[in-house]
């Protein structure tokens, strides 16, 4: 019987039926890394790797009531939200949210990878107001992005702007990912901000893979993870960051359409 202690993580999404995002994704790549998890589910997507078919949401109070039964059975020692789907959802959770002594990890999830809205669209303006200011990192992509600043990103002064723009939302530091920047790049970067005024350029070699789904729930999971172990924001980032990078080459599809990455290729490399 294992006799250690895990460190205790909370993913507050929702649930993709194919298993590639969405709370599946973030419940995978905390086991993998050696967190124990835990879930408050914002909505059920009727998902697969083709495309997202229907969305059905819980109601706030419903929602709550899972957060409630997390925080008072366990000790949480670093949280996550992605897709939080409604206004009424999202206030609801940041008012619970509001004194947590943990650090919170925003993924602003708005369209999924196939171009479904995971997201109403009243419900931007709520996440900007009530949960960036109580975010320790928001981790938004290019899309999302300019939806969230309406600033285009077309080069690195733009970029800083963005920066500037979603720190003065009120979070704590800001990784703006670069995965949908350019066609086939030889590098990805993503561009990390911080109000003490770090601005760092974090690479990555690209991938070229068709079976990306579930890319960034598993990048803002794998940072909460190593944030439930204690590290620094930067080294947390960084690690998720090789995490994700190993997870993207070993990924395949084990169905119809985009594949999921692989979250569990680090431990299946340790066994040979």
Not at 135 to 146: C, D, F
Not at 157 to 185: C, D, N, Q, T, Y
Request: hydrophobic share 45%; with cysteine.
């Amino acid at each position: 019987m294992y006799s250690g202690v895990l460190p205790n993580a909370l993913t507050i999404a929702g649930s993709d039926s194919g298993g590639g995002a969405g709370i599946q994704a973030d419940l995978k790549t905390f086991a993998a890394l050696g967190v124990y998890g835990t879930s408050v589910i914002t909505a059920l997507t009727a998902q697969n790797g083709l495309g997202v078919t229907g969305i059905h949401a819980p109601s706030a109070d419903f929602v709550v009531k899972q957060l409630k039964a997390v925080l008072d059975g366990f000790p949480i020692h670093a949280a996550k939200t992605g897709m939080l789907f409604s206004a009424e959802i999202i206030e609801a959770l940041a008012h619970e949210l509001k004194n947590a002594d943990f650090p919170l990890v925003v993924d602003p999830v708005c369209v999924s990878t196939s171009g479904h809205a995971l997201i109403e669209e009243n419900a931007v303006a709520m996440m900007k107001e009530k949960l960036f200011p109580l975010a320790a990192l928001i981790t938004p992509n290019k899309p999302e992005t300019e939806t969230l600043t309406g600033i285009k990103l077309v080069d690195n002064k733009s970029v800083e702007e963005a920066g500037r723009a979603l720190l003065a939302m009120g979070a704590e530091a800001v990784l703006i990912k670069g995965g949908h920047f350019e066609e086939k790049p030889i590098l990805v970067t993503d561009w990390f901000f911080d109000k003490n005024g770090t601005i760092e350029a974090l690479r990555q070699p690209h991938v070229d893979t068709p079976n990306s789904h579930g890319t960034g729930c598993t990048l803002s999971s794998a940072i909460t993870a190593y944030l439930a172990k204690k590290q620094p924001l930067l080294t947390a980032i960084k690690k998720a960051q090789e995490f994700l990078n190993c997870a993207l080459r070993n990924s395949y599809a084990p169905g119809k359409g985009i594949g999921p990455v692989h979250h569990l290729a680090t431990i299946e490399q340790l066994k040979h």
